[in-house]
């Protein structure tokens, strides 16, 4: 399966902890992008980043998130202290280029106890 | 209000209906419009992804964009209960307008019954 492939697919952590969350690219796609969908709630845009740069994090909580994209591995969104608010599905897609479709991940479901 | 306005439903139809889903949006710098899919647990599926205004047909599946009334549609034909999930909409500006940042409706959840 050469897509774009996101784990864990479920993450539990207890309020305060660090939560890891790793998202790697369809093959030969260098941009990828994090989502962040509530429920009931559309997906939201939060992070976009090429390799070892963030181009836009205009989405992104000020405070306790981050993203990055090594020059080798997979893209880390990492969220720390964790709240019970940041309980969500987290979605990472990925493209070719700037101006191609995105096509996303099956998602890591993040729940805060 | 929301740049991007999509009725939730649930929308439930027969077996082989054609089903109209819809979106309404307000920011007139969006270009390009997408269709995704997503069922249960899963992750959304590109469906339809097309460029201003016009007509896009692929298989059972048309989508509309009316740039001048900022309304998209997506048209299933024969629907099957396959068919059965949450179609969200999806748009961006143009290369200088945006980027690749899509902003979603939230989605309209879509039930074909035997």
């Known amino acids: 399966n050469a897509g774009v492939m996101q784990n864990p697919r479920h993450l539990v952590r207890r309020r305060g902890q660090e939560a890891r969350l790793r998202c790697s690219p369809m093959k030969g796609h260098s941009h990828v992008y994090w989502y962040r969908q509530l429920p009931e709630e559309g997906l939201k845009f939060m992070v976009y980043?090429?390799?070892?740069?963030?181009?836009?994090e205009s989405g992104m909580p000020k405070e306790r998130f981050s993203a990055e994209f090594p020059k080798e591995g997979p893209s880390i969104l990492r969220i720390q202290q964790v709240v019970r608010g940041d309980s969500a599905a987290y979605f990472c897609a990925s493209s070719h280029d700037s101006n191609s479709p995105l096509h996303f991940g099956n998602g890591t479901r993040l729940t805060v106890t | 209000q929301k740049e991007v306005e999509q009725d939730p439903g649930p929308l439930s139809v027969p077996e082989g209906a054609i089903v109209s889903l819809n979106c309404t949006y307000s920011n007139s710098a969006f270009q390009y419009f997408m269709w995704y899919r997503q069922y249960s647990r899963k992750g959304p599926e590109l469906l339809m992804y097309?460029?201003?205004?016009g007509n896009k047909e692929d298989g059972r599946f048309t989508a509309q964009v009316d740039k001048s009334s900022k309304y998209i549609s997506l048209f299933i034909r024969d629907s099957q209960p396959s068919d059965s999930a949450t179609y969200l909409c999806a748009m961006r500006g143009g290369l200088t307008g945006g980027g690749n940042k899509l902003t979603f409706g939230t989605g309209t959840q879509l039930k074909v019954e035997l």
């Open positions: 980043l090429q390799k070892e740069n963030i181009i836009d």
């Open positions: 097309t460029y201003s205004s």
